[in-house]
């Protein structure tokens, strides 16, 4: 069995926050792979269904960034889990927008959600780190998460949460590989080999150089020729 886990903070305050972009990409694999309704359970909300031929669950902590690892951890004892078994979804500044990328332990690099995980369950749990790029400096940063998307971000969003969605079977089968190219299929897909520019039309033949008519003429009457 597996948990994947996604971060954000709860109410429609803060559903379309970049920091919210964990719990996106639980909804749409919920919604695309049909799993159950979303009920309250360990500190949090749940779905049940299935995923590469196994029972999953996807839990979207409710107490709040800071504290999501109380969620989690409860939810892993319950199931009497591993921290390997636990997948975390979240935003990531040092990744540009649309970028994804699947990491296995290593530090929290800062970020409150995965800090508060680290503190209740270790720090060996699998990361799907969701680019969402950087305001450009740390004093900024705290209001970027906290805005919402903007109108223009929407195109690659739902792309990123559409691979996401698509490769989710093959992250729950531990094949990151193809999980990724699940996501790149959709983020990034492959440009046509063929020219788009107009056929053009062949080239007309050169026309047949023809050798001058021969000249039959006297020599006087060349000469008398040049003077009418």
Request: contains cysteine; charged residues 25%; neutral net charge.
């Amino acid at each position: 069995m597996q948990i994947f886990v996604g971060l954000g903070n709860p109410g429609a305050k803060y559903a379309r926050n970049r920091h919210n972009i964990g719990f996106m990409a639980l909804d749409r694999i919920a919604e695309d792979h049909g799993f159950g309704p979303w009920k309250t359970k360990f500190q949090g909300q749940i779905a049940e269904g299935r995923l590469g031929g196994d029972k999953a669950l996807l839990l979207k902590p409710e107490t709040f960034m800071n504290l999501s690892g109380q969620s989690v951890g409860e939810a892993m004892r319950f199931y009497k889990l591993e921290p390997g078994d636990i997948t975390v979804f979240h935003d990531e500044l040092d990744l540009a927008p649309g970028k994804c990328r699947v990491k296995m332990g290593g530090g929290h690099a800062g970020h409150n959600g995965l800090r508060s995980i680290h503190a209740h369950i270790g720090e060996a749990y699998q990361r799907v780190r969701l680019g969402i790029g950087h305001p450009g400096r740390k004093e900024l940063v705290a209001a970027y998460v906290l805005h919402d998307f903007h109108k223009a971000d929407e195109d690659w969003l739902d792309d990123l949460l559409c691979g996401i969605s698509d490769g989710a079977n093959y992250l729950a089968e531990g094949d990151t590989s193809r999980f990724q190219n699940a996501v790149a299929l959709r983020t990034a897909p492959a440009r046509s080999s063929k020219s788009t520019k107009p056929e053009e039309a062949p080239a007309k033949p050169a026309p047949e150089a023809t050798e001058p008519a021969q000249d039959n003429r006297s020599p006087l009457q060349k000469l008398a020729d040049r003077f009418r």
